[in-house]
């Protein structure tokens, strides 16, 4: 049963542009939605989180929307670059329980 | 470094042998989590220990595998009896107590059987 749906699956945008990955989630219990980029050979590192409290989170050129009623939330990447090139995970966790169910992942590539 | 260190990198075995794996969290973490993640997948939820306690874990984890995290300090992850279908990256991870907090993951041993 997958509890967090994300696409697309992979992105190619141009240096400067924005990228946009979103996630849908089923399980109205999540409360903790975090943001994770992930290198090749590389453990997923956190890059930004939300609480359902919250519709807009931003952090420099990161930012999550969060639509409580939609149970969506997505990670905008302003003046993207390469080296944002990488694969990025959402994922979602009761606060309790702490155990993270993760998206699928999309595979971004920013070019020249 | 203070980050999670997990031993070893990579890991080449034949089918039906055993392999362990070792993870060293952040030492004032006491909560400690094993991921499995496949090529193009997320990684996927093993289990998860507070201090030396497991707490939980999933229905992955077969009887072939156990973990343990003896004083609460590192943790180990068997494999008994290994199968090409446990190919895959086992990430270990830490965070400090219960609660929104972000996990800090170790870079992973790559298993793989043939």
């Known amino acids: 049963q997958q509890q967090v749906k994300q696409s697309p699956q992979s992105l190619i945008v141009q240096k400067g542009g924005i990228s946009i990955i979103n996630c849908a989630y089923e399980?109205?219990?999540?409360?903790?939605f975090p943001w994770y980029q992930q290198f090749p050979g590389k453990g997923p590192a956190l890059l930004i989180a939300?609480?359902?409290?919250?519709s807009e989170k931003k952090e420099g050129r990161f930012t999550i929307s969060f639509n409580k009623s939609a149970k969506q939330f997505s990670l905008h990447i302003m003046d993207s670059q390469p080296g944002d090139s990488a694969t990025y995970f959402c994922?979602?966790?009761?606060?309790?329980?702490?155990?993270?169910?993760f998206g699928t992942g999309t595979r971004l590539q920013v070019t020249l | 470094d203070t980050g999670v260190s997990q031993n070893p990198r990579h890991k080449i075995t034949k089918r039906g042998q055993n392999v362990t794996f070792r993870c060293d969290p952040i030492s004032e973490h006491n909560r400690l989590y094993w991921y499995r993640q496949t090529l193009g997948q997320g990684p996927e939820f093993l289990t998860y220990f507070q201090n030396e306690a497991q707490l939980e874990k999933s229905r992955l984890l077969s009887d072939r595998f156990s973990a343990e995290r003896p004083k609460g300090s590192f943790s180990t992850l068997e494999i008994q009896r290994t199968e090409q279908g446990d190919s895959a990256m086992y990430l270990c991870a830490s965070s400090p107590r219960q609660g929104y907090y972000g996990y800090t993951f170790g870079s992973g041993t790559r298993l793989t059987v043939v």
């Open positions: 939300i609480r359902p409290d919250v």
């Open positions: 994922a979602a966790s009761t606060g309790t329980a702490s155990k993270l169910t």
């Open positions: 399980n109205t219990a999540f409360d903790y």
